[in-house]
């Protein structure tokens, strides 16, 4: 057993983790740990790009407004106004420290993505912004003696005692390693879980570790029933996709069924470019109508040059696929994309266990609401993520407890496979049982299904592939009982037996002693 000590215990290497061990490195020591690698995360892979009212024509209220619309009444209003106004202030931070976005005409280009009344969207290399600004983030924290990284290193279990964390214990799998990491600020930044799903735009590495490791160690996590579906996924036969940025809809892409109508008109005065949750929703139904398996997106009306400069990764992509975007129509049909709760945060970060903090997709810290507006979770790790650095600071002397050995870890080959069909059926009963549109009869025998296979299950104790299956159910089941709980239609929850929604918008708070919270906002 190895034991590293840091004064920053950052788990997760997306735009999150990375910016916040950025900061925290200025004050100390930081342990960075990844599952995998530096580039395989949600933010690597963003295409969009990140939200801020930059433009003269624009401002932060309109901001607010576009983003507590989308959220469907469910938003903390002072956590929307940190994300819009503090947004600004670092993204003007990594502009001046060099990160480069688009331009047009010498200033800065910007996009237009669903639910945004004007161009907002900054990005980089057409719609590789993700990839960009990880890779411009990582270049400010090379070579840093404060920071060590990771990488190959699964956290299986906080340690945490009276509501008190004081670090995790870790698996570096490609060593075989145990490790025992001691921390007084333990930042959980690992992401969403919607790689949970069969149909995803989620890097495979997406399966809401960091949910459940929280909710195992006290945590509450809040409104976990609200998963949004991108509505533009590549669809193909094999079940290979990637996703076609929403950007390409706010450039003139648009969406038609398998007849060549435009069915997003008349639906809602946005057309193509309303929030997604009515979008996906509304490609839902016509699949439905048609007894077909996607529609289309459209961009044979676009300048040719102008797709190849802007859409490069996608114009490739579909290439591989005998594709020509600029004259091709896209199969297209929506895909899990983003987990909207999560580890409920207060405004700086802070869970409601001792030293822990959350923020990026893996926290709900009131931004989203019932429905996330497109481009702002960028924006939310560099927000989120620079104010729980400093409020571990503002905290000063911290409550330390100890840290004590466990068992020994090990990988036993001969459950891999049983571990990796068994994640594949319970990515099939997500799409099908707790997708767009849910109600109780699919939710209920989605729960039996989880049962069935936790039932059948011979799990190991400190096994590599009987952790990760007990973390995939605990975060599955998470998602399904939230959207029974959830008897209403609100943003990503839709149910067909619940269709209104109700007057008095409300969070569902899931805590380790099963108990489901509701908490009323006023
Ligand atoms: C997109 O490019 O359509 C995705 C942007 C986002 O999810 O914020």
Same mark, same amino acid.
């Given at each position: 057993?190895k034991k590293?000590?840091?004064?920053?215990l950052?788990?997760?290497?997306?735009l999150a983790?990375?910016f916040?061990?950025?900061?925290a490195s200025?004050y100390?020591?930081v342990?960075l $740990?990844?599952k995998h690698?530096?580039?395989?995360s949600?933010?690597?892979?963003?295409q969009g790009g990140i939200?801020?009212?930059i433009?003269?024509?624009?401002s932060?209220?309109?901001h607010? +407004?576009d983003? @507590?619309?989308?959220?469907?009444n @469910?938003c903390?209003?002072k956590a929307? #106004?940190?994300l819009?106004?503090?947004?600004?202030?670092?993204?003007?931070e990594l502009?001046?420290s060099?990160?480069?976005f688009?331009?047009?005409?010498?200033?800065?280009?910007?996009?237009?993505?669903?639910?945004?009344?004007r161009?907002?969207v @900054?990005?980089a290399?057409?719609?590789?912004t993700?990839?960009?600004i990880?890779?411009?983030?990582?270049s400010?924290?090379?070579?840093?003696?404060? /920071?060590?990284?990771?990488?190959?290193?699964l956290?299986?279990?906080l340690?945490?005692?009276?509501q008190?964390?004081?670090?995790a214990?870790g698996?570096k799998?490609? +060593?075989?390693e145990?490790?025992l990491?001691?921390?007084?600020?333990?930042?959980l930044a !690992?992401?969403?879980?919607?790689?949970i799903?069969?149909r995803?735009?989620?890097?495979?590495?997406?399966?809401?570790d960091g949910?459940?490791l929280?909710y195992?160690?006290?945590?509450e996590i809040?409104?976990?029933e609200?998963?949004?579906?991108?509505?533009?996924?590549?669809? =193909?036969?094999?079940?290979?996709?990637?996703?076609?940025?929403e950007?390409a809809?706010?450039?003139?892409a648009?969406?038609?069924?398998?007849k060549?109508e435009?069915f997003?008109i008349g639906?809602?005065e946005?057309?193509?470019?309303?929030?997604?949750?009515?979008?996906s929703?509304?490609?839902?139904? +016509?699949?439905?109508?048609?007894?077909?398996?996607?529609v289309?997106l459209?961009l044979?009306?676009?300048?040719?040059?102008?797709?190849k400069?802007?859409?490069?990764?996608?114009?490739n #992509?579909?290439? &591989?696929?005998d594709?020509?975007?600029r004259k091709?129509?896209i199969?297209?049909s929506p895909?899990?994309h983003?987990?909207?709760?999560g580890?409920?945060?207060?405004?700086?970060?802070?869970?409601?266990?001792k030293? @822990?903090?959350?923020?990026?997709e893996v926290?709900?810290s009131? /931004?989203?609401?019932?429905?996330?507006?497109a481009?702002n979770? *960028?924006?939310?790790?560099?927000?989120?993520?620079?104010?729980?650095v400093? #409020?571990?600071?503002?905290?000063?002397?911290?409550?330390?407890?100890?840290v004590?050995?466990?068992g020994?870890y090990s990988?036993?080959?001969?459950?891999e496979?049983?571990?990796l069909?068994s994640?594949n059926i319970i990515?099939r009963?997500?799409?099908r049982?707790?997708g767009?549109?849910?109600?109780e +009869?699919?939710?209920?025998?989605?729960?039996?299904? *989880? !049962?069935?296979i936790?039932?059948?299950w011979?799990?190991?104790?400190?096994e590599y592939? =009987?952790?990760?299956?007990?973390?995939?159910?605990?975060?599955s089941?998470?998602? $399904?009982?939230?959207?029974l709980?959830?008897k209403?239609?609100?943003?990503?929850?839709?149910?067909?037996?619940?269709?209104g929604?109700? &007057?008095?918008?409300?969070?569902?708070?899931?805590?380790k002693?099963r108990?489901i919270q509701?908490?009323? $906002?006023?």
């Amino acid at each position: 057993m190895k034991k590293f000590q840091s004064d920053y215990l950052i788990i997760g290497s997306g735009l999150a983790g990375l910016f916040s061990a950025y900061h925290a490195s200025q004050y100390g020591t930081v342990a960075l $740990i990844t599952k995998h690698d530096l580039k395989t995360s949600s933010s690597f892979w963003a295409q969009g790009g990140i939200a801020a009212a930059i433009d003269k024509t624009d401002s932060t209220q309109n901001h607010v +407004e576009d983003t @507590l619309e989308a959220g469907r009444n @469910l938003c903390d209003k002072k956590a929307v #106004e940190i994300l819009v106004n503090e947004g600004i202030t670092r993204i003007e931070e990594l502009i001046k420290s060099g990160m480069k976005f688009d331009l047009l005409n010498g200033e800065i280009a910007l996009g237009l993505e669903g639910g945004h009344s004007r161009r907002r969207v @900054l990005h980089a290399g057409g719609t590789s912004t993700g990839e960009k600004i990880v890779n411009f983030v990582l270049s400010m924290i090379k070579g840093n003696k404060n /920071v060590t990284v990771f990488e190959n290193t699964l956290i299986h279990d906080l340690i945490c005692e009276d509501q008190v964390c004081a670090g995790a214990r870790g698996f570096k799998w490609d +060593e075989k390693e145990d490790y025992l990491f001691g921390s007084k600020n333990i930042f959980l930044a !690992s992401g969403g879980a919607s790689g949970i799903y069969f149909r995803t735009t989620n890097p495979h590495s997406s399966t809401g570790d960091g949910v459940s490791l929280a909710y195992n160690a006290g945590a509450e996590i809040r409104n976990m029933e609200f998963i949004q579906f991108h509505p533009t996924a590549f669809y =193909s036969k094999s079940g290979e996709t990637f996703l076609i940025s929403e950007a390409a809809r706010g450039d003139g892409a648009y969406l038609v069924n398998h007849k060549d109508e435009r069915f997003m008109i008349g639906k809602h005065e946005l057309a193509e470019l309303a929030p997604r949750d009515v979008v996906s929703k509304a490609i839902f139904s +016509e699949m439905l109508r048609s007894n077909l398996d996607c529609v289309y997106l459209k961009l044979d009306h676009i300048d040719g040059d102008y797709i190849k400069s802007r859409f490069p990764n996608i114009f490739n #992509e579909a290439l &591989k696929h005998d594709l020509d975007i600029r004259k091709d129509k896209i199969p297209i049909s929506p895909a899990a994309h983003y987990m909207v709760g999560g580890i409920k945060t207060d405004l700086n970060a802070r869970t409601n266990v001792k030293n @822990l903090y959350a923020f990026g997709e893996v926290a709900s810290s009131g /931004v989203h609401g019932a429905n996330r507006l497109a481009s702002n979770s *960028l924006l939310e790790c560099l927000v989120f993520g620079y104010r729980a650095v400093q #409020e571990s600071i503002n905290e000063g002397n911290k409550i330390e407890i100890g840290v004590k050995e466990e068992g020994s870890y090990s990988v036993n080959q001969l459950v891999e496979s049983n571990y990796l069909r068994s994640k594949n059926i319970i990515s099939r009963i997500m799409n099908r049982n707790v997708g767009i549109v849910r109600n109780e +009869e699919l939710l209920k025998e989605a729960l039996l299904k *989880l !049962s069935e296979i936790e039932t059948s299950w011979n799990f190991e104790e400190y096994e590599y592939y =009987s952790d990760r299956l007990s973390s995939l159910l605990v975060t599955s089941k998470m998602i $399904i009982n939230g959207a029974l709980t959830r008897k209403e239609s609100r943003g990503g929850h839709i149910r067909e037996d619940y269709n209104g929604t109700d &007057k008095q918008p409300y969070n569902l708070v899931q805590k380790k002693n099963r108990e489901i919270q509701t908490e009323v $906002i006023n």
